[in-house]
């Protein structure tokens, strides 16, 4: 009889849970059209019938963010970390909706795991640059950019974000160099030139950036 009652518990259980992945197959065609409330409902269909149904949860944080509902998309994300420990992608998610919160400290929490788990991930060694340095921890915001940098050195943003905080910190020597590599590789930015000549000018060197900021 015991044995009989475990099949049948499995069962239904494995009933419940395909039951959720047709749910969640549903909710995709729905989000492609565009129909996001109906979407919504089928993810929640589906986690009704499987509670630890992850990507299930990591679409709702998407859609809602779509949406602009921070609160529901975190809430979402952060139960999709919580039963997926190891996704980079929901760790990094879920520090751009605090981000968009103006959450820095939890933004910050969040993607400081999603470096964690990818050493190399480019954009979540960039995220956790600018949120420290909201957080005006310019240290750890260089420590995450100059891995960033290391990542992609061809990038112009990171340089330009190197430069800012650089500046933050009075560096000036530091901010006009990451701020000429930015320039090298995007090109004659105003918003990069305008940062170089305050550089400039705050170093109390008359240098390039000046008449760069003046074109």
Not at 20 to 42: C, H
Not at 48 to 75: V, W
Not at 135 to 163: F, Q, T
């Amino acid at each position: 009889f015991l044995i009989v009652s475990i099949l049948a518990v499995s069962g239904c259980q494995n009933r419940q849970q395909q039951a959720a992945v047709g749910l969640y197959v549903d909710a995709v065609m729905l989000n492609e059209q565009d129909k996001k409330a109906e979407a919504i409902e089928k993810l929640n269909l589906a986690v009704a019938k499987n509670p630890k149904f992850s990507i299930a949860y990591s679409m709702l944080g998407d859609i809602y963010r779509q949406m602009a509902d921070y609160e529901n998309s975190a809430a979402s994300y952060k139960k999709a970390t919580q039963l997926n420990p190891w996704s980079c992608n929901d760790f990094h998610n879920l520090g751009k909706v605090y981000q968009l919160m103006q959450n820095f400290t939890e933004a910050a929490r969040a993607y400081v795991r999603a470096c964690d788990l990818e050493p190399e991930h480019f954009e979540a060694h960039l995220d956790s640059a600018k949120v420290c340095q909201q957080l005006r921890d310019y240290d750890r915001a260089i420590e995450y950019g100059v891995i960033a940098r290391g990542i992609s050195p061809d990038s112009g943003e990171v340089e330009k974000v190197l430069g800012d905080i650089y500046e933050a910190k009075k560096e000036h020597s530091q901010a006009i160099d990451a701020d000429k590599r930015a320039l090298e590789l995007q090109g004659n930015d105003p918003e990069i030139r305008l940062p170089l000549a305050l550089a400039d000018l705050r170093s109390g060197e008359d240098g390039p950036g000046v008449e760069l900021g003046k074109t």
